[in-house]
């Protein structure tokens, strides 16, 4: 894969997990369970496509970027997890003691991704025609 198309993928990617990421918070914000638990099961599939997406196994990577891409994806992966246990929330206790999967490791992941792909620092504006 060219740096262009990994460039095109990841954001393609990687876009709508932050759309999606920083819609989240406002829905479990709401107390609205039903909605909570929407939210939940469309972020599980979500984040489950776009792990299989950047996994190394599943696409050819340039080499310098292959370490990175698989951090981001086992993020995903570990979100993936987080929104079903918010999909089977039966209380807002429940979502409560829900715990959002650490994303320092990734995060620091993405922007080595970002700097090697030269998509600039800014995630949102990187993605603000997508």
Same mark, same amino acid.
């Given at each position: 894969?060219?740096? +262009?198309?990994?460039?095109?993928?990841?954001?393609?990617?990687?876009?709508?997990?932050?759309?999606?990421?920083? %819609?989240? =918070?406002?829905? *479990? +914000? %709401?107390?609205?369970?039903? %909605?909570i638990r929407k939210a939940g099961a469309? =972020?599980?599939?979500l984040a489950a496509s776009a792990a299989r997406v950047l996994d190394p196994t599943n696409a050819n990577?340039? *080499?310098?970027? *292959?370490d990175d891409v698989a951090a981001v994806a086992r993020s995903y992966y570990?979100?993936?997890s987080f929104f079903d246990e918010l999909s089977r929330a039966q209380t807002? =206790?429940?979502?409560?003691?829900t715990r959002y999967p650490d994303q320092e490791l990734s995060a620091a992941a993405a922007q080595r991704i970002r700097t090697l792909l030269e998509l600039g620092n800014d995630p949102v504006a990187s993605c603000a025609n997508r």
């Open positions: 894969m060219t740096r +262009q198309e990994s460039a095109t993928l990841y954001l393609s990617t990687v876009c709508r997990m932050n759309a999606f990421n920083r %819609s989240i =918070g406002e829905i *479990v +914000q %709401s107390g609205d369970l039903a %909605s469309e =972020g599980r599939e990577w340039p *080499v310098e970027l *292959v570990a979100l993936t807002l =206790g429940d979502v409560l003691w």
